[in-house]
């Protein structure tokens, strides 16, 4: 596996370096010789923040944490990984099979294979409306999203909220 280091208003140390290649590289059984790993590492106030998002034909394995340091983050990130890696192993194997019992490297059980039903279904029609109308439709609301064809551009689009209170937008095109 490539791995890859980022430093965000951080730096990384050559011991976390060895630390973190290591634990990936027990993650190697799951994937061929084509994966790679990209691990970023911040600094927001008093935490620390480690993102690890692991790519294995055109699939994308994601885990963000933030703690106090990042050596402890490793515990919290690799078990989400290897948790998203089974399920979706299991799920191109077979959908209806359990995955068999297996040793694994940072959790204790197979996670569920299980996917909930679609529980609600909404048809609505879009009017083209722009941006700013978007973000006042969110507020009188109080939604944390908004979909809305975009009357500028004719695609449709997804405006949200960020956590951090700004706002994001997902064009789509076709």
Request: net charge positive; with cysteine.
């Amino acid at each position: 596996m490539k791995i890859t280091f980022v430093e965000q208003k951080y730096k990384i140390a050559k011991r976390f370096k060895d630390v973190m290649t290591d634990k990936l590289n027990k993650l190697d059984r799951y994937f061929g010789d084509d994966a790679s790993a990209r691990v970023v590492c911040s600094k927001q106030n008093k935490n620390e923040k480690l993102e690890v998002t692991i790519t294995n034909k055109g699939l994308l394995y994601r885990s963000e944490v933030t703690g106090l340091n990042n050596y402890e983050n490793i515990d919290l990130a690799l078990p989400k990984l290897e948790r998203q890696i089974v399920r979706n192993r299991g799920k191109l194997n077979d959908k209806k099979r359990k995955v068999k019992d297996e040793s694994f490297e940072f959790l204790e059980e197979a996670p569920t294979l299980e996917l909930p039903d679609i529980y609600k279904k909404k048809t609505f029609a879009l009017d083209p409306i722009t941006v700013e109308e978007a973000k006042d439709a969110i507020e009188r609301l109080g939604h944390t999203f908004f979909i809305f064809l975009n009357a500028e551009t004719g695609h449709v689009n997804v405006l949200y909220r960020r956590n951090d209170t700004k706002y994001g937008l997902i064009e789509v095109t076709f």
